[in-house]
């Protein structure tokens, strides 16, 4: 059966940097004889504008209905004063749930051409390649109960529950062993057993699935050290595989380490290999259509998609040594900028990623 790719191009910057990955899928279909459908949905604020909701019935129709779902950002200002059930970022929450996208894979990786954009020393960051593996359709973000309640006393008292099932924390850990097979062959789960019950379970099930990985290193960490370890020697890491609060902090703790919000994917994933991919950005509202953005975060995103969803691992690598050779050329979109590159817009950034990729043996 052909594969179906959805087209969710949201807020903001999302329709310039999806056009461009769509300009990318494209140009593998017609030069690399690849095939898949491409068709695509309203979601987030312009799908509240059309339709009154985030999440139109027939987008996630579509979401269910496909092989992998390309998403750009949604949210802005224009829509920050509606209820929060019906703000646009609800649109995406919904397709996580829905379809039960558990595995976030947050690459956070330094191009050798970017090294001065970090933060940190270059010899601290050259050559960083970490893949966090955040769980994320469980733990204190969605456990029972929740909200806030006034006591006896009068004082209120707001609470959440962090709570994971052995199920969970198995198949993220299967997720995270995989793909350090593929790596370095190493993984280090990080949690705060000294001290959270449902981590010292976490930590029980990871070593029991390590026991299915032979060939790889486990190591654990408590989440502090962890961010410190960020920061003070990144390299260490390969896979960290975390749960959904601790990973939703330390994968953007990693991705500032490579100093680049616009050149980072993502992808989230099901357990049968079904995924939606995204830039990690948001809908960057302030330089939204003046095509100044950068595209290549949601361009490597659709390489995440080509190796993840649709099985062609051969593609995405292209894909990648495609924008590592736009680099090279030294184009470069505004964000990522410095004295004696060329500067680009958003369109030509992706016009090159496609000449560089037809040229790619
Ligand atoms: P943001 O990531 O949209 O922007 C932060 C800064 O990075 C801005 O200065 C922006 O111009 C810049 N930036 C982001 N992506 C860029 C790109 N591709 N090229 C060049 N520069 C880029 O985060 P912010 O400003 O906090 O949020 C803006 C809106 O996006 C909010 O409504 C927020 O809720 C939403 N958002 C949506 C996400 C999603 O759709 N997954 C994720 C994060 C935020
Ligand atoms: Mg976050």
Redesign the pocket.
């Known amino acids: 059966m052909r594969k179906k790719v959805a087209i969710l191009a ?5 329709p310039e ?1 999806t056009a461009e990955a769509v300009k990318v899928l494209t140009a593998l279909q017609e030069h690399w004889g690849l095939d898949w459908v491409m068709e695509s949905g309203l979601i ?1 604020g312009a799908a509240y504008d059309a339709t009154g909701t985030p999440l139109p019935d027939d987008t996630l129709a579509l979401a269910q209905d496909s092989d992998a779902i390309l ?7 224009k ?2 004063t509606l209820d929060i059930s019906i703000r ?2 609800k649109g ?1 929450l919904g397709i996580r749930s829905a379809l039960q996208l558990f595995a976030n894979l947050r690459p956070a990786i330094l191009y050798p051409q970017l090294v001065g954009a970090s933060t940190l020393k270059p010899e601290v960051v050259s050559g960083l390649d970490i893949m966090i593996v955040r769980e994320l359709t469980g733990g204190i973000y969605f456990g029972q109960p929740r909200g806030v309640q006034r006591l006896e006393n009068g004082e209120r008292e707001g609470f959440n529950t962090l709570v994971y099932k052995e199920s969970e924390i198995r198949r993220i850990a299967q997720v995270a062993f995989t793909i350090a097979m593929k790596r370095g062959r190493r993984v280090c789960s990080v949690d705060k057993a000294n001290v959270l019950e449902s981590t010292e379970l976490w930590r029980e099930v990871v070593n029991e699935v390590a026991k299915e990985f032979p060939e790889v290193e486990l190591s654990h960490m408590y989440v502090d050290n962890a961010a410190m370890q960020l920061v003070r020697a990144p390299k260490q890491f390969d896979v960290l595989v975390t749960t959904n609060m601790f990973g939703d902090i330390l994968s953007d703790c990693a991705a500032m380490l490579t100093g680049s ?2 050149m980072l994917p993502s992808a989230s994933l099901d357990q049968s290999g079904k995924g939606m991919y ?10 939204a259509g003046q095509g ?4 290549l ?2 361009i490597l995103s659709v390489a995440m998609m080509l190796r993840y969803s649709l099985n062609e691992s051969a593609p995405a690598t292209c894909l990648e040594k495609a924008v590592g050779t736009v680099l090279d050329r030294g184009l470069r ?3 990522i900028y410095s004295p004696g590159m060329s500067q680009v817009s958003t369109g030509a950034m992706g016009d090159a990623v496609v000449e560089a990729l037809i040229n790619t043996p």
Request: aromatic residues 2%; negative net charge; hydrophobic residues 35%.
């Open positions: 949201g807020d903001g910057i999302g940097i987030g998403l750009g950002a949604v949210g802005g200002p829509w920050e646009p970022e995406l919000i616009g995204e830039p990690i950005h948001g809908s960057a509202p302030d330089i100044i953005a950068n595209p975060a949601t979109t505004p964000d």
